[in-house]
């Protein structure tokens, strides 16, 4: 059954549970059966009601059990079979979260009773105290079990080794349990979950920080003691999202970055789009210690095609000059980047690759690389300047409207170089034609969002969102018939579709592309100042 976050964020005090103990004739399940089933339900520290039988198992007590439980093969005979007692237990736990100690235990024993007479498994979510003790109690008992955490915590029930005894001492525990809970944050069942799967105890000592936030979607800050700020993430649930740094992040960095935290920081956005685009402006200004991705924007470089010269060739440069005709691709996200698209168009045309000026007097001999017949020399007078043009301006429509007239000669020359089992070779220029490939999706994107001019789009019933040339004006939830005087203004440049892409804008500018292209099937369109033609 799939759960809402709302559903999973209930406060602990508005959960019902039900605290399950079974006796058995062994500890195989299915090879050996239920003798007895004791369980309690619970609601806000209060008992509501308690379920209790012996089973009759149709099968010995072997005599160690029998020690164990004090449950004898006569005691069990007048009992009810366990397909008789399912459905009033299944009843009795309705949805209520299952609770247990060593729970496994006792819902492997259920589940393989229900499949054996034709019912589904258990579909309720699962608490189990002994997970909850190791990560609460751990240090401080010689032990986990059920006897031991008992007597630490002083319950009224001590556990005998019956079904009911045994699930009102877990029930007791529990809620000693949740009250330790709480001194660390965990205050909602989403939180009770995950707790056992939260790794190390200086973790779990700050699992406080993420009590105050919200499940809500928006942005979070990692601040350190001095209140700088360490990280900035994004998150639909910010609440679950924080939380997942303390149980299943794996990340090398996460143990580092919660050592040093000091306080979690977050603002709240009207959906996934605001949250991203803010996350992406927040790392720009401040850029946290320990975010790699969007933070190395001034490093960015652009592949500049040289129209300004009789001889145009490609070169890489770190920024564009304003109205000085040539054409830009990017900014991509390195030099090295911008130079393996270099590398691939001119492997799939013959534009100059030497940056000598050409002058009126020839050169005595063709550039090294005219002399290896990849690229032609004007330098050395070797081709006309008419037809030197008609490569510039193949060149050009590559990279402006036909990508094909570029991508198609590595494709061949990539198949050549396989066909003679130069498969190194073959490779690189795979991964140039790749790059190439990338560069260009990403400009056309780019290109029409910047095209399109003012543009309003909506999910219908979730929110929407106004751009200005691809930059985001505004953003909403819900319905914007009632929610539009709420719509949250961010502040944001000039935009405009003149001229290559500024380097600082283009995460963004990315960011909500990828927003439209993911959303494209549900996406309405209700305004747009120019054309939007996006590859979706």
């Known amino acids: 059954m799939q759960r809402s976050f709302d559903d999973l964020g209930t406060p602990l005090c508005d959960v019902t549970f039900v605290v399950v103990d079974l006796e058995t004739t062994g500890g195989a399940p299915g090879a050996h059966a239920i003798t ?19 089973v009759n198992p149709q099968a010995p007590i072997p005599p160690a059990i029998t020690y164990l439980t004090g449950i004898t093969q006569s005691m069990v005979l007048p009992a009810p079979k366990i397909d008789e007692v399912l459905p009033a237990f299944l009843e009795f736990a309705g949805d209520a979260v299952l609770v ?50 008992s007597e630490y915590f002083r319950v009224g029930h001590r556990p005998t080794h019956r079904a009911l005894d045994d699930a009102l001492a877990t029930g007791e525990l529990l809620h000693c349990l949740l009250e330790r809970a709480g001194t660390i944050g965990v205050t909602g069942l989403d939180d ?39 990280y900035v993430g994004k998150a639909v649930d910010i609440r679950r999202r924080v939380r997942s740094y303390f149980s299943g992040d794996e990340r090398r960095k996460v143990g580092q970055l919660l050592r040093e935290a000091e306080a979690i920081d977050h603002i709240v956005c009207s959906g996934e789009l605001e949250a991203s685009v803010l996350e992406v402006r927040l790392i720009h200004e401040l850029a946290p210690r320990f975010n790699r991705q969007m ?106 409207r036909e990508p094909a007239l570029l991508l198609a000669p590595l494709a061949a020359k990539m198949t050549a170089l396989a066909a003679a089992e130069r498969y190194e070779e073959a490779a690189t220029v795979r991964d140039r034609a790749g790059a190439l490939s990338r560069a260009l999706i ?63 804008l283009i995460d963004e500018l990315a960011c909500v592309a990828a927003w439209i292209e993911a959303k494209a099937a549900r996406i309405r369109l209700v305004a747009c100042e120019g054309g939007l033609a996006l590859p979706l």
Do not use: M
């Open 36 to 54: 007895e089933i004791g369980a309690v339900k619970l609601k806000g520290g209060e008992c509501l009601g308690t379920f209790q039988t012996l």
């Open 100 to 149: 247990g100690h060593n729970v496994r235990f006792d819902a492997s024993h259920l589940n393989a009773a229900l499949r054996a007479h034709g019912r589904a498994k258990l579909h309720q979510r699962i608490v189990d105290t002994c997970g909850l003790a190791r990560r609460l109690v751990r240090d401080e008992v010689p032990n986990c079990t059920l006897s031991t955490l």
């Open 295 to 400: 933070k190395r924007w001034k490093k960015y470089a652009y592949l500049k095609l040289t129209l300004d010269e009789r001889f145009p060739r490609l070169s890489v440069v770190k920024a564009p000059k304003a109205g000085d005709g040539c054409l830009y691709l990017g900014p991509l996200g390195s030099a090295g980047t911008a130079r393996a698209v270099a590398d691939a168009i001119e492997a799939a045309t013959p534009i100059r690759r030497c940056s000598a000026k050409v002058t009126k007097t020839p050169r005595s001999a063709p550039c090294a690389s005219a002399q290896l017949g990849v690229a032609a020399c004007p330098c050395a007078h070797a081709i006309s300047e008419a037809d030197y043009a008609a490569i510039v301006a193949l060149v050009v429509r590559g990279l402006t």
């Open 442 to 504: 990403r400009q056309r994107r780019i290109d029409s969002l910047r095209q399109a001019g003012r543009l309003t789009v909506e999910i219908p019933g979730e929110g929407g969102a106004v751009l200005d040339h691809g930059l985001l004006v505004s953003a909403w939830s819900g319905d914007r018939s009632a929610a539009s005087a709420e719509a949250l203004p961010l502040t944001t440049e000039t935009a405009t579709s003149d001229g290559p892409v500024p380097r600082h």
């Open 192 to 230: 009770l979950l995950a707790l056992p799967t939260v790794k190390g105890h200086p973790q779990l000592s700050k699992l406080k920080l993420v009590t105050n936030l919200p499940r809500k979607p928006g942005v979070y800050l990692f601040r350190d003691r001095n209140g700088r700020v360490l």
